[in-house]
């Protein structure tokens, strides 16, 4: 693998003009004159050549319940270990990790860390899978790649927390050893990507029906409700029919809350009855996994069986004090509840 001055030459990119090159790896194909950065401020264009900074570069590491992800249907209490790198391919006026999505490499502090390594670190702490999050990782794709690959062949799985905004051929290769996503779908409107987070909402419904049609990997999906922004009863209920209708009505949605942050502070907290509200809309649609996030919510965490309505899978906050499935089935009525389980 090529390298210079801690850059690893990337994967996704083709020569352009004026010894420019376009990045190829997300939906924004950066065109980027000789000595600059794309959007994600971790691609650089060196000598006529694209490198990634952020490959080995994790700015630290954390071992969480995998439930924070948020995953509720692959492997239930168990950990995992959690790290990101600076920057981001979307430009979310709402980030809620901002320091490190607007930071460039060399403003942090970022660790070295080889692949091995890193696999190395999840063995040591017991932890059964590795996410790649914080920031999206679509932006150090090869570092995924490499690290998921030799997860793999240990036995460890590897999960993407992910704006699912990556180019159609690059996601084949970034997530072909991946075990499964969550997907922010942060609204159901080209209005509010375009506004807020400075991309579009299609290259995210290609990415979801992608990862459900074309692959194994598990997905889960989390939608941030934003008062005033995304929170209209009638876009969630779009959003939900659009849900059941390219994906199915086992993917796990959660509904989670903002809290004022970054570039909009002006904007309020989700309302608990907003949470709720959206909740009830996907349910009465006829999702069967439907979730809220970011609050003090018992029965909105909890798992249900949707054939005869047991609680299976009870949370609190990120405690799980009863599971009650046999081999991934409810054990009251024997319905096969979706997901990856022990």
């Not at 920031?135 to 240990?154: H, L, R, T, W």
């Not at 909009?264 to 809220?292: C, F, N, Q, S, W």
Request: glycine share 6%.
């Amino acid at each position: 693998m090529e390298q210079t001055q801690s850059m690893v030459l990337a994967k996704w990119w083709q020569p352009a003009e004026n010894n420019r090159v376009i990045c190829t790896l997300c939906p924004r194909y950066c065109n980027i004159p000789e000595g600059k950065v794309g959007f994600c401020y971790v691609r650089r264009n060196v000598g006529g050549k694209l490198y990634t900074t952020a490959y080995g570069r994790p700015t630290g590491f954390a071992v969480d319940p995998i439930e924070k992800k948020p995953l509720n249907h692959f492997y239930p209490g168990t950990t995992i270990l959690s790290f990101g790198t600076a920057g981001c391919n979307l430009g979310c006026k709402f980030c809620q990790n901002w320091t490190m999505s607007k930071a460039r490499q060399d403003e942090l502090n970022a660790l070295y860390v080889t692949p091995e390594e890193v696999v190395r670190l999840a063995q040591k702490y017991n932890t059964p899978s590795i996410a790649f999050t914080y920031n999206d990782p679509i932006i150090f794709g090869e570092y995924v790649m490499d690290i998921s690959e030799i997860a793999k062949q240990v036995g460890i799985h590897t999960v993407m927390v992910t704006n699912g905004y990556i180019d159609k051929e690059a996601r084949v290769e970034v997530f072909k050893d991946i075990d499964a996503a969550n997907v922010d779908l942060k609204a159901f409107s080209e209005d509010f990507y375009y506004r807020l987070t400075n991309g579009h909402l299609q290259p995210v419904l290609d990415t979801l029906v992608w990862l459900k049609k074309e692959t194994n990997v598990w997905i889960e999906i989390t939608n941030l409700i934003i008062p005033r922004e995304n929170d209209d009863p009638d876009e969630i209920g779009r959003m939900c029919d659009w849900i059941l209708e390219n994906l199915g009505d086992s993917v796990p949605l959660h509904f989670t809350a903002f809290h004022p942050d970054f570039k909009m502070l002006d904007h309020p907290p989700t309302p608990y009855a907003t949470l709720r509200m959206a909740r009830e809309i996907a349910i009465k649609k006829g999702l069967k996994y439907v979730y809220v996030g970011n609050v003090h919510d018992p029965e909105g965490q909890t798992t249900f069986c949707p054939n005869c309505g047991h609680a299976l899978i009870k949370r609190d906050w990120y405690n799980i004090p009863e599971i009650h499935l046999k081999d991934g089935k409810c054990p009251y009525c024997g319905y096969e509840i979706a997901g990856r389980w022990e």
